[in-house]
C-alpha cells in the first residue's frame, strides 16, 4: 500500500528543513507562503475491497496536527457520494516547525539574527546573503556566533593588520578559536571586507593568514650541501666536512649564491638524507606540487637543476609543475630503463592522474602515456615506482654517469 502516510508528510516537511527553507524567510523578517504536499491515496478500485483502511488513513491524516486537509467530493459506485482527503497543505511557518519539532531550532536562530543587529549592526546587511544561504550552518555555530562576530568586527576595524593570530588581542577569543573557525570567517571576512582587503589568489584554510594579511610562519627551505668545499660554513674548518642539513626562510635562501653547479630535488626525505655525496652540488627537499617559494631564488635560474620524484603519473605532474618556474629542470631516475629494472618493487598509484601534461620532454611523456593508459598493466592505470625502491646502487651509478658527463 503506497498511501501516503503521517510519518510520509512529516518527512516532506523534513526535507524542507534540511535545504534550509524554513530558517530562510526568518532572514528577511519574511512570512512563509501556504505549502502543499504530495498527497498519494487509495485509487477508485481500493475505497471498497478495503474501506477498513481508507477509513483509517482518512483518521490518522486528520489527527495530523497542524496540517489543513484539503477534501474532494466524489461518488462511488458503492460508497455513493462521499469525501476523500485531496491534499494535505502547511500553511504556515510555525505550523512546519510544530509539525517536525524544530520550533526551539527556529527560535534559536531568531536569536541569533536579533544578536547580530543588536552586537553588530553594520554588518547584519552585508552577513545577509550567506545567512540565507546557510542557516543551518549559522544554527550550528549558535553559541560560537557572538565571538565570530566579534573577531568580523574587529578584522573591519584592522584590515590586513600585519600580526600573527596570535597578537589578535580580543577580551575572550584567543588565537585557537581563529584558527578552528577559519573556513567559516573566510566566509564571512569575503563578504565585509573592501577588495583592497583580500587577497584572493591565497585560497583554502592553509592561506587564511596571506589572504587576510595576517603574518605567517616564514616559509622554510631545507637543503643538504653534497659537497665539502661547497659549505657554507667556511668560517668553521672544523663543521666543513660534517653533514650540513640546513634549513633557511625563503628570503634568506633567494639571496645565497652557493658555489654550486648543480641543485637536486627530491621529494623523499629519507632520500634527501641518504643523498651521496655529489662535487659541487646540493639537495633541495622538495614540497611536493609547492614550488612558489623556490620561484624566488633567482640564483636558481643559472645553476643545472635535476628533479627526483616518483615514477608515477603525480611524479610527472610535480615535474611538469616545477618547470612552469624552471624551465630547464631536468628529470633524474624517472626513465622507462629505471622502471622495468625494478619489476619487483611496483606498486599500485591510488589515484592516477590523465589531464595532458605540456612541459615534459618526449621521452618523458611517453612514458607517463604509458602509465596513465595502463600500458604495463593490461589498460589498467595506477603503476607506480616510488622513489625510496630504486635500487641504492643504481642511484650511484645513474649520480656517477652525470658527473662524468
Known amino acids: 500500500m503506497s498511501w501516503t502516510t503521517p510519518a510520509d508528510v512529516r518527512a516532506q516537511v ?40 481508507v477509513r483509517a488513513w482518512i483518521a490518522a491524516l486528520h489527527a495530523l496536527p497542524r496540517v489543513r486537509i484539503e477534501q474532494r467530493q466524489f461518488s462511488h459506485r458503492v460508497l455513493g457520494n462521499s469525501t476523500l482527503p485531496e491534499a494535505v497543505w502547511v500553511d504556515t511557518l510555525d505550523d512546519a516547525l510544530a509539525l517536525i519539532g524544530r520550533t526551539r531550532d527556529a527560535r534559536r536562530f531568531a536569536a541569533l539574527l536579533q544578536t547580530t543587529q543588536a552586537q553588530a549592526p553594520d554588518l547584519f546587511a552585508p552577513l545577509q546573503p550567506w545567512l540565507q544561504k546557510r542557516p543551518l550552518q549559522a544554527l550550528a555555530l549558535c553559541e560560537e556566533w557572538p565571538r565570530l562576530l566579534q573577531v568580523l568586527g574587529w578584522m573591519l576595524a584592522h584590515p590586513r593588520p600585519g600580526i600573527y593570530l596570535r597578537q589578535v588581542d580580543i577580551g575572550g577569543i584567543d588565537s585557537k578559536f581563529i584558527e578552528a573557525h577559519r573556513a567559516v570567517l573566510a566566509e564571512l571576512l569575503d563578504l565585509i571586507l573592501p577588495p583592497s582587503a583580500i587577497v584572493t589568489e591565497a585560497t583554502g584554510v592553509v592561506q587564511f593568514c596571506r589572504r587576510y594579511g595576517f603574518a605567517d610562519k616564514p616559509l622554510r627551505i631545507r637543503f643538504r650541501m653534497l659537497d665539502p668545499a661547497a659549505s657554507l660554513l667556511t668560517q668553521y674548518a672544523e663543521l666543513c666536512s660534517l653533514d650540513q642539513d640546513i634549513a633557511l626562510t625563503r628570503q634568506v635562501f633567494e ?81 622507462r630503463e629505471t622502471l622495468l629494472a625494478h619489476p619487483t618493487q611496483w606498486v599500485e598509484e591510488s589515484q592516477p592522474i590523465r589531464h595532458d601534461l605540456p612541459r615534459l620532454t618526449g621521452a618523458e611523456r611517453a612514458l607517463y602515456d604509458q602509465l596513465r593508459h595502463g600500458a604495463f598493466q593490461d589498460g589498467k592505470p595506477g603503476l607506480r615506482l616510488e622513489q625510496e625502491r630504486i635500487g641504492f646502487g643504481w642511484v650511484r651509478d645513474a649520480l656517477s654517469r652525470l658527473e662524468s658527463g
Open 14 to 53: 523534513q526535507k524542507w528543513w534540511d535545504k534550509g527553507e524554513l530558517l530562510r524567510p526568518l532572514v528577511h523578517e519574511q512570512a512563509m507562503e501556504p505549502r502543499r504536499l504530495t498527497l498519494r491515496g487509495p485509487a477508485s478500485s481500493e475505497l471498497a475491497d478495503q474501506l477498513d483502511a
Open 255 to 335: 639571496r645565497l649564491n652557493p658555489a654550486v653547479e648543480r641543485v637536486f630535488i627530491t621529494e623523499n626525505e629519507v632520500n634527501f638524507l641518504a643523498f651521496p655525496p655529489v662535487p659541487r652540488s646540493m639537495v633541495v627537499f622538495g614540497a611536493g606540487y609547492g614550488f612558489e617559494a623556490l620561484a624566488t631564488a633567482h640564483w636558481l635560474h643559472r645553476r643545472k637543476i635535476f628533479y627526483w620524484g616518483d615514477i608515477d603519473t603525480h611524479g610527472f605532474a610535480i615535474l611538469d609543475q616545477l618547470r612552469s618556474h624552471f624551465p630547464h629542470a631536468q628529470s633524474l631516475l624517472m626513465d
